[in-house]
């Protein structure tokens, strides 16, 4: 087994998994950079609601 198909494999699997894929035809690069911002989107979005939180109950 070379590494392209087991790189496109493995897009595969934790696209359709994890990031439900946009569907557009992206580069590798860009795959990895939307495949990133999706799993960072949830983690800035809980920590602005816990620095609003913070600033409220001072």
Excluded: D, H
């Excluded at 590494?3 to 595969?12: F, G, M, N, S, V």
């Amino acid at each position: 087994m070379t590494w392209a198909p087991a790189e496109k494999a493995t897009c595969i699997a934790v696209n359709s998994v994890i990031f439900r894929s946009s569907g557009q035809k992206l580069t590798t690069s860009g795959t990895y950079i939307e495949m990133t911002s999706r799993l960072l989107e949830p983690i800035l979005l809980a920590l602005g609601v816990l620095a609003i939180r913070g600033r409220i109950k001072r």
